[in-house]
């Protein structure tokens, strides 16, 4: 599918606070690769697609992991993690995305994972930091971005995971072996 194709279809399945939301991510994604050295292309097209179907229905969301083979203890988490996985799935079977990069990029764009890669840490970032976020600690994620990928996103999940804490939620395990595997790097 064509890059302005793929653009209207997506954007067609959102509202516009999370279209604009989504063109944040790719310009900022852009730039972090070109600042750290992923490629651009692969950032922007795995940004293009990484919330494609966040406000899909939950029970469909649902229903692409159970019936697809993904996952399921994601079932037993927070919904929020879903559309990550499920997206991932639909970037392939529905947009044609067949490089494997760009759909852990995508898949992983939530919670992270152990030993994430280059690209997964650039849209994982830029989700997080986009221009339109605005929540207690973004300013510090986005200085941090400005020296260190892994230190930015170590005050990410930090943020994360303090919240689901105060909200007495269930915690995915992939984000704290993400953070673990990130501070890992660091030492
Ligand atoms: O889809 P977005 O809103 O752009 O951002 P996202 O895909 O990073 O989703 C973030 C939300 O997911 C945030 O409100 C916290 C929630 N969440 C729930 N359980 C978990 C989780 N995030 C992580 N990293 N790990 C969890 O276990
Ligand atoms: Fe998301
Ligand atoms: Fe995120
Ligand atoms: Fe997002």
Request: charged share 30%; glycine share 6%; aromatic share 8%.
């Amino acid at each position: 599918m064509k890059r302005e194709e793929m653009i209207e279809s997506v954007r067609s399945q959102m509202p516009e606070k999370r279209w604009n939301h989504t063109l944040g991510v790719m310009e900022t994604a852009v730039r972090l690769a070109e600042r750290y050295g992923a490629d651009p292309a692969k950032a922007e097209l795995a940004s293009i697609l990484h919330d494609v179907c966040k406000y899909w229905r939950v029970d469909e969301q649902a229903r692409i992991i159970r019936e697809n083979g993904l996952p399921q203890d994601l079932l037993e988490y927070d919904k929020e993690l879903w559309h990550a996985h499920a997206g991932a799935w639909i970037a392939r079977e529905q947009y044609g995305v067949s490089d494997e990069e760009v759909l852990d990029a995508i898949r992983y764009h939530t919670s992270g994972r152990v030993r994430m890669t280059l690209l997964d840490k650039v849209v994982c970032l830029a989700d997080y930091m986009e221009p339109g976020r605005d929540f207690p600690g973004v300013h510090n994620i986005r200085q941090n971005a400005e020296h260190s990928l892994e230190k930015a996103l170590i005050t990410g999940f930090d943020g994360t995971i303090r919240f689901l804490l105060d909200k007495g939620k269930r915690i995915y395990p992939l984000t704290f072996e993400a953070r673990n595997g990130l501070i890992r790097e660091l030492e």
